[in-house]
């Protein structure tokens, strides 16, 4: 998930590219949930979580993981692998 900021999808475009690549009809998707409710600031966390929960819920989700990774402006970094139950 990104936020929409172009050095953030730079970013996580350059962490895509180290995956092994095998064919598979999708791989991932990339969710930015700011793009629809604008920069939400700390509030991001909680945010993202609930998307990958309601992902979960609603099966939209294309794999039973997600990763979430998270970033500020002074360049601290954060990622988060979560798992589904079904």
């Given amino acids: ?10 970013e996580m475009v350059l962490a895509m590219m180290r995956f092994k690549r095998t064919p598979k009809p999708i791989l991932f998707d990339l969710w930015h949930p700011i793009e629809y409710i604008g ?12 998307v990958a929960l309601d992902a ?20 601290e970094r954060a990622a988060v692998v979560l798992g589904y139950q079904h």
């Fill in 1 to 10: 998930m990104l936020n929409g900021e172009h050095y953030k999808f730079k």
């Fill in 39 to 50: 920069e939400a600031g700390a509030a991001i966390g909680p945010l993202v979580f609930g």
């Fill in 56 to 75: 979960s819920q609603k099966s939209y989700a294309i794999g039973p993981r997600v990763l979430c990774t998270f970033g500020n402006d002074d360049g």
